[in-house]
């Protein structure tokens, strides 16, 4: 069970001795994802950025002295909050401009700033929904499908899984079985009615997934998954 002080903005729970999983859990639930901290022997992976209401940085237990690779998943406010907190930034090169612009027809910010309840309490008490930006966060290297982010003792393949946005990627580790699957997969109802989603283009992706030899996924919300619940959620879509 994890136990969040009165005074904490992020919950955390300790997935394995070197996988961190963080979220928010003042936020509404809708916007309430995951942030995965993964130490290697060589850098520290840093996936999905919350919605940038407290830093996120330093609520981070980095490895000093280790560079910091961070990548967002696709680029819905929900994941990019706190991207621009960090130096080394990596997405997938279709959100390219969306990731530099931060603009909310791409982000959908303003499907939280619009919202009620959009918090349970605010970051500071002089919070108010109707101010809130994104800052921007210009990628310094563009992902694509194949690619590696290479942490020493962990590779993880980039998956470009597009449908419920246009550069949606998974990470892969193919040894470990390690599965990042940011909001192409994850237990809770899927999204493929906003803008820049395609249902066409999700199905095939969804064909993929339930192909996909993993032992674990983490998905951009909820709790993890093992390979058989992947498959079934990816079925269930296919056949609804």
Request: net charge negative; with cysteine.
């Amino acid at each position: 069970m994890t136990v969040v002080p009165p005074t904490a903005w992020f919950a955390r729970e300790s997935l394995t001795p070197d996988l961190t999983r963080l979220w928010e859990p003042c936020v509404h639930a809708f916007f309430q994802a995951n942030i995965f901290h993964l130490r290697g022997r060589d850098a520290d992976l840093v996936l999905d950025f919350g919605m940038g209401l407290s830093s996120l940085r330093g609520a981070l237990e980095l490895t000093e002295g280790k560079p910091v690779l961070a990548v967002a998943s696709h680029g819905h406010v929900d994941h990019v909050g706190s991207f621009h907190e960090f130096e080394q930034r990596f997405g997938h090169v279709a959100e390219q401009a969306a990731f530099a612009e931060m603009r909310d027809d791409d982000t959908l910010a303003s499907l939280f700033r619009d919202m009620d309840g959009a918090v349970t309490r605010p970051p500071v008490p002089s919070w108010q929904a109707a101010d809130y930006r994104l800052d921007p966060a210009p990628l310094t290297a563009c992902l694509a499908e194949g690619d590696t982010i290479d942490l020493g003792n962990v590779r993880l393949r980039v998956l470009h899984l597009p449908g419920h946005s246009p550069g949606s990627i998974g990470l892969l580790d193919e040894q470990g079985g390690l599965f990042f699957s940011g909001d192409a997969i994850y237990r809770g109802g899927l999204v493929d009615d906003v803008p820049g989603a395609d249902k066409i283009v999700y199905r095939r992706t969804m064909e993929r997934l339930a192909r996909l030899d993993i032992a674990v996924a983490h998905g951009g919300h909820g709790d993890s998954m093992d390979r058989a619940a992947m498959q079934a959620i990816a079925l269930d879509y296919l056949r609804d």
